[in-house]
């Protein structure tokens, strides 16, 4: 994977992009973990009109028992909001290889109205993005992978 230009990278990010792994380590590159597990998925979305909207969650997150919301134990709450990461809002790309994701809206309430700045990577139809600097994850400084594949059209995909 190689560090596009900043025109390329803008126009090579349109579009949908499927998870296909998060992973996180430690910032030497030991004691790599998953923290949404092995079987994370995912959507990210840049539009061409600079807004983008990231979803993660683990695979094997529980179903709330009566399938209402509102009516959802702590219990339940706290499984599924530690299972899923989501935000969204413009974007934008910097000269060196990095986009600015300016938050609008999280699941995560300190993220909003904050910068969050993912290094990029591509090849072919992938994508790889992680935090510019090392994030606090269980209370440690760790450093981000997430490597994205393009998604395919629907339409392509009904047949």
Do not use: F
């Not at 994977?1 to 430690?26: C, F, H, I, K």
């Not at 134990?73 to 790309?93: I, M």
């Amino acid at each position: 994977m190689t560090t596009p230009t900043t025109q390329n990278l803008r126009e090579y990010l349109v579009g949908a992009w499927t998870l296909e792994s998060y992973e996180s380590s430690d910032v030497d590159g030991s004691n790599v973990r998953y923290p949404l597990g092995t079987d994370a998925r995912g959507i990210i979305m840049y539009t061409a009109d600079g807004y983008m909207s990231a979803q993660l969650m683990r695979a094997d997150r529980p179903p709330i028992a009566r399938g209402d919301l509102q009516l959802a134990t702590g219990d339940e709450l706290a499984a599924a909001a530690r299972g899923y990461l989501a935000y969204a809002g413009p974007y934008s790309v910097l000269d060196d290889g990095v986009i600015a994701h300016h938050v609008d809206v999280s699941l995560l309430p300190n993220w909003i109205g904050g910068t969050q700045y993912r290094a990029a990577q591509v090849g072919g139809d992938r994508l790889q993005l992680g935090p510019a600097e090392p994030v606090l994850i269980k209370g440690k400084l760790r450093n981000g992978r997430l490597i994205w594949q393009r998604a395919k059209s629907p339409r392509s995909q009904e047949n």
